[in-house]
């Protein structure tokens, strides 16, 4: 069983595109700040902890649940993932309003900025109970905007697509108006990538 911990629907659609038949799990965020970055953490090391960080509720929490983790003849897998964009050192997570999403597209406009998906692929061993075996992956693309003007700004704010999304912008969505090049994985920027996450699976089969 492939459990996705993530409540994006983006990733559930991704999975379901090349063909992985999965259940969403639903995973209770931690109190406090959601997914706070440290101070000497640099993009790419916050990106990698925070989804290694989400691998290790999840595992914890079937555990508890019990949800067919260490029966016997069965093992459980799950898939998390987290998705930072970055304009150099700056981490631009999702927009609290709309004054907030234009910053954040102001900012972004005529610039190229960088958005990393780090993944974890867990599966319970069937042998010893509460162990894991764990694989990784990473990518990283680049996203470059062309200049947008206040009035365009307004106007894809306006469409309601930028809530919700790190960066303010949904690249499978109205945004692909102003996005003039990317450099890397597609479906990455959407939240999911798919090459990476099709290397990751074949892992367990070996």
């Known amino acids: 069983m492939l459990y996705l911990a993530s409540a994006s629907p983006r990733r559930h659609e991704l999975l379901n595109q090349i063909g992985f038949t999965h259940e ?5 965020s931690p109190p406090g700040e959601d997914e706070p970055r440290y101070a000497t953490e640099s993009p790419l090391e916050y990106v990698q902890r925070t989804a290694q960080d989400k691998a290790n509720r999840a595992q914890e929490w079937m555990s508890q649940q019990s949800l067919n983790v260490n029966q016997p003849g069965q093992q459980t897998t799950i898939l998390t993932a987290d998705t930072t964009v970055a304009l150099g050192d700056l981490v631009i997570g999702k927009p609290q309003d709309i004054q907030h999403a234009s910053d954040i597209l102001q900012l972004l406009s005529g610039k190229t900025h960088t958005v990393y998906t780090a993944l974890v692929l867990s599966q319970s061993d069937s042998h010893v109970r509460h162990q894991w075996r764990q694989w990784r992956a990473l990518s990283t ?18 469409t309601g697509e930028p809530f919700g999304k790190a960066g303010a912008y949904g690249i499978q969505g109205h945004a692909a108006k102003f996005i003039s090049r990317i450099e890397g994985s597609y479906s990455g920027v959407m939240g999911l990538p798919l090459y990476e996450t099709c290397e990751l699976m074949k892992r367990l089969a070996k």
């Open 24 to 28: 969403i799990l639903h995973v209770p």
């Open 141 to 158: 693309t680049q996203v470059s905007f062309a200049d947008m003007t206040q009035q365009t700004i307004d106007e894809y704010i306006a």
